[in-house]
């Protein structure tokens, strides 16, 4: 069974950094596409990027280039998206999901960034 | 961000055939790029349920359907039942942004 376990939810203050995971388990994590999609409370979906597990190929968004760093580690089916200094416009729920046509979906990671 | 529009909402009786549009370009839905169509229950993560336009995934009942003509795409529920009141979201591949995909804006839909 394909599924995709995020990490939980996180409380950050403005300016600290975070990392949030998505692993993967029954698929070969290496030959399929992870894509990051975020949602800020009460509003629709966004495309953050994506990122090719066999080689770490990212992709970003625009509004997203700069902002965030997607990466994987192999060894553990794990991909990864990492803020180096949060602001209170990053609070979101983020979900991580397989291929570009999003077949499966982890249950998303709450990152709330608050004073 | 997004260029691929939705009306906000819909709502139809429980039996009902509801659909939604999805508005594109000639540089997305236009341009022959597949759509997908996700349901997001409140509280829950979204559920792909078109794939590739017309496609249904395993598990997906076969009162939903997909279709694409010109800019457009279309989602359409027939046979309207409580538990597919939710948002729905369009998706495609836009070649304008970079090599980007691209969500619509969503719609809400109710049964009254």
């Known amino acids: 069974e394909v599924q995709l376990v995020q990490s939980g939810g996180e409380m950050k203050k403005p300016g600290e950094s975070l990392k949030i995971s998505c692993k993967g388990s029954?698929?070969?994590?290496?030959?399929?596409?992870i894509v990051w999609v975020r949602q800020r409370p009460g509003k629709g979906l966004e495309w953050v990027g994506s990122?090719?597990?066999?080689?770490?190929?990212?992709k970003y968004s625009p509004s997203f280039q700069g902002r965030v760093t997607m990466s994987v580690d192999r060894s553990v089916s794990t991909a990864y998206l990492k803020w180096d200094s949060l602001t209170a416009s990053d609070t979101a729920t983020y979900y991580c999901?397989?291929?570009?046509?999003?077949?499966?979906w982890g249950q998303g990671s709450l990152v709330t960034v608050s004073s | 961000q997004s260029v691929l529009t939705q009306a906000p909402s819909v709502s139809g009786a429980p039996g009902e055939r509801v659909t939604i549009s999805c508005s594109g370009s000639?540089?997305?839905?236009?341009?022959?790029?597949?759509v997908h169509w996700y349901q997001q229950v409140p509280g829950r993560a979204p559920k792909l349920l078109i794939y590739?336009?017309?496609n249904r995934p395993s598990g997906v009942p076969d009162r939903f359907s997909g279709s694409r003509s010109g800019t457009s795409a279309s989602l359409a529920i027939a046979g309207l039942q409580a538990e597919d009141e939710a948002d729905y979201y369009c998706?495609?591949?836009?070649?304008?942004?970079?090599?980007?995909?691209?969500f619509g804006s969503g719609t809400k839909v109710t049964v009254l």
């Open positions: 999901a397989r291929r570009v046509e999003l077949d499966y």
């Open positions: 029954g698929y070969t994590f290496s030959n399929y596409y």
């Open positions: 990122i090719y597990p066999s080689d770490s190929d990212a």
């Open positions: 000639r540089s997305n839905i236009g341009a022959g790029y597949e």
């Open positions: 590739g336009n017309s």
């Open positions: 998706q495609s591949y836009d070649s304008s942004l970079n090599g980007l995909y691209l």
